[in-house]
């Protein structure tokens, strides 16, 4: 097998780990300067971001711990895309899922992909505004606070580096250049 990926050659590739919502594999290379070496790729399904905004310019985040990188970390609405949902239907249900928030309105704010260098994860974020609240349908994993702060105050956190979770950010910082903040 010899396939090319830019200027790198992948010559053997091999799954190392699978489960229900990742794969690793790891791939033979020769790199750009001819040398030969591994390259390890971590693959996981697509996923969403959303930021619900009220009228008021207040928007909804989560509150929750994070095992990974065992924090409670704030951020903005966010799950996987599941089987053959479109994004949109995947972020109309995380919205709801995690927050209890149903929305009319809904911009698509671009795609966001989080560790290019090692990570195949594309992320999908939305604003949604129009907002009904509905009971949350957290899953068993999910023990989520819902915080309502401004527009504002979300963006300062994200500067002060209090809201670190990466499509977050990203997802903020683009709703204040739309709304000329």
């Known amino acids: ?5 830019g200027p790198w050659t992948v010559t053997k590739t091999r799954i190392v780990y699978r489960n229900p919502w990742l794969t690793v594999r790891e791939d033979e290379v020769i790199r750009p300067d001819k ?5 390890g790729v971590v693959e996981q399904a697509g996923g969403v971001s959303v930021v619900p905004m009220d009228k008021e310019g207040n928007v909804y985040l989560t ?15 966010s799950g996987g ?7 949109l239907q995947a972020a ?16 698509y ?4 992909n989080p560790l290019t260098t090692i990570l195949i994860s594309p992320n999908y974020m939305y604003l949604a505004q129009d907002l009904t609240q509905k009971e ?4 068993g994993t999910e023990t989520i606070q819902v915080v309502k ?9 994200v500067m002060e580096s209090r809201i670190t979770h990466g499509a977050s950010c990203v997802a903020l910082l683009k709703i204040a250049r739309l709304l000329k903040l």
Do not use: C, N
Not at 1 to 5: A, Y
Not at 66 to 72: Q, R, S
Not at 136 to 139: H, K, L, T, V
């Open 35 to 39: 040398k030969r070496g591994i390259f």
């Open 92 to 107: 109309k249900r995380e919205l709801k899922e995690e927050t209890g928030l149903v929305a009319q309105k809904w911009t």
């Open 63 to 77: 509150k929750e711990y994070h095992y990974a990188v065992e924090e409670i970390s704030i951020e903005v609405v």
């Open 149 to 157: 702060l401004p527009l504002r105050k979300a963006l300062r956190m």
């Open 109 to 112: 704010l671009g795609l966001e």
């Open 1 to 5: 097998m010899r396939k090319k990926k």
């Open 136 to 139: 949350p349908d957290q899953e």
């Open 81 to 87: 895309i599941d089987g053959k949902e479109t994004k």
